[in-house]
């Protein structure tokens, strides 16, 4: 089970802050709840017997008895309902169900093109999640929302994807809209970057205020948690390192119009770039990591080079934002420790000590589930909002 009882990078209300209490199936009173919220006693109690009615919440035994009637307590009931978390890929996409304390309950894999387009991307999406949700043996009505990660830019507020320079016919296609029309939920839509620092948080460092993810992978972009929250940016680009100018870069051109960008180097697609050139035979980002996992020299040389391209840029975030954690993720961390140590030998030599004094540089513990559970976590939150929660009720 995924540890969300400290609290979201999404933010909080009262209520919420109520809802990630139950989250860690501690089972707690009214009285105690109103204590630990700072919520009045009533608005508990009317929020305690919705969840009752919902079968969000469950009974699970009175407290001991201090002389008067032993006071009931209660505690989130996962199985209540289920999410399905979506992590859609340049090449593959990933599903998975998860309960609401967002452990996954079934997963299924598959390559994919995002090129293909949004209407058979999402069609795919839509088709899988019924056949998941049949697998499971669940009721279409117990699926109360999806989180879609997609791999560009997101306009939060509205789910649609801007400019996404690899996602060819997606720039503002309604993807909550067109998914509602098959699935009839609330569809909550972020940048894969962000949703995967979201589950990585969950899974590894859920008391942790200040934390980046890197994903390296077909592009190179980050996921930044400052202050406990997740930072999109005015226009949902915050952390898009992978379009930074590296001072190996030259005159390295990018998919995105300019050159030297770090992307352009340190990504798997140019890692391979480099090695065919150098007379390899590779033909991927995957083939690099095979290559490195089998001790082929010139192929560690460059993963490793790719990782000083990394920290780099990173160095400049550690100044900026004095992460106490930068974990590196997606397909390209497969090549361990020689990306991570590239990474390290840049920022720890380059940056101020004290920026660095308690910086953990590490590998992504939730590794390829860091998606999925990330928009998991994505639509758990909603649900389990006040709105969500009254959306619920109308049902």
């Given at each position: 089970?995924?540890?969300?009882?400290?609290?979201?990078?999404?933010?909080?209300?009262?209520?919420?802050?109520?809802?990630?209490?139950l989250r860690d199936g501690r089972p707690r009173t009214r009285a105690g709840l109103a204590s630990s919220t700072g919520l009045a006693r009533s608005t508990v109690a009317a929020r305690v017997d919705e969840l009752l009615a919902l079968g969000l919440i469950t009974a699970v035994g009175d407290a001991e008895s201090t002389g008067g009637r032993p006071a009931s307590q209660f505690a989130l009931n996962p199985a209540a309902r289920v999410v399905l978390a979506a992590d859609l890929g340049a090449s593959h996409a990933t599903l998975a169900i998860t309960d609401l304390a967002g452990s996954i309950l079934v997963e299924h894999n598959?390559?994919?093109?995002?090129?293909?387009?949004?209407?058979?991307?999402?069609g795919w999406l839509?088709?899988?999640?019924?056949?998941?949700?049949?697998?499971?043996?669940?009721?279409?009505?117990?699926?109360?929302?999806?989180?879609?990660?997609?791999?560009?830019?997101?306009?939060?507020?509205?789910?649609?994807?801007?400019?996404?320079?690899?996602?060819?016919?997606?720039?503002?296609?309604?993807?909550p809209g067109w998914v509602q029309q098959h699935?009839?939920?609330?569809?909550?839509?972020?940048?894969?970057?962000n949703i995967m620092a979201l589950g990585e948080r969950a899974?590894?460092?859920?008391?942790?205020?200040?934390?980046?993810?890197?994903?390296?992978?077909?592009?190179?972009?980050?996921?930044?948690?400052?202050?406990?929250?997740l930072q999109r940016g005015a226009l949902g680009i915050a952390?898009?390192?992978?379009?930074?100018?590296?001072?190996?870069?030259?005159d390295v051109p990018c998919h995105c119009g300019n050159r030297g960008c770090?992307?352009?180097?340190?990504?798997?697609?140019?890692?391979?770039?480099?090695?065919?050139?150098?007379?390899?035979?590779?033909?991927?980002?995957?083939?690099?990591?095979?290559?490195?996992?089998?001790?082929?020299l010139e192929a560690i040389q460059a993963v490793r080079q790719a990782g000083?391209?990394?920290?780099?840029?990173?160095?400049?975030?550690?100044?900026?934002?004095?992460?106490?954690?930068?974990?590196i993720g997606g397909s390209m961390a497969r090549a361990g420790e020689h990306l991570l140590a590239g990474v390290r030998e840049v920022v720890y030599t380059r940056s101020m000590p004290i920026a660095t004094e308690h910086l953990s540089i590490v590998q992504s513990a939730a590794a390829a589930d860091a998606a999925v559970i990330g928009a998991s976590m994505l639509a758990i939150h909603h649900v389990l909002s006040p709105e969500g929660i009254d959306d619920l009720a109308a049902r």
């Open positions: 089970m995924v540890d969300i009882s400290r609290g979201s990078a999404l933010g909080a209300s009262g209520a919420s802050e109520l809802f990630q209490l598959e390559p994919i093109d995002i090129a293909e387009g949004p209407e058979h991307v999402l839509v088709d899988s999640g019924r056949r998941l949700l049949d697998e499971l043996g669940r009721d279409r009505r117990d699926l109360v929302a999806i989180g879609i990660g997609v791999p560009g830019p997101v306009q939060h507020d509205t789910g649609q994807p801007v400019n996404p320079p690899i996602m060819p016919g997606w720039d503002r296609f309604d993807v699935l009839e939920v609330p569809v909550l839509v972020d940048n894969d970057v899974v590894a460092w859920p008391a942790e205020e200040h934390l980046v993810f890197v994903k390296v992978a077909t592009g190179i972009g980050s996921g930044i948690i400052s202050g406990g929250l952390g898009d390192i992978g379009h930074v100018r590296v001072a190996r870069g030259g770090l992307e352009a180097l340190a990504s798997g697609p140019a890692l391979a770039r480099d090695l065919r050139a150098a007379g390899v035979d590779v033909h991927s980002g995957g083939d690099v990591v095979e290559l490195v996992k089998r001790g082929h000083r391209d990394i920290g780099e840029v990173l160095t400049a975030c550690v100044s900026l934002m004095n992460p106490s954690v930068i974990a």
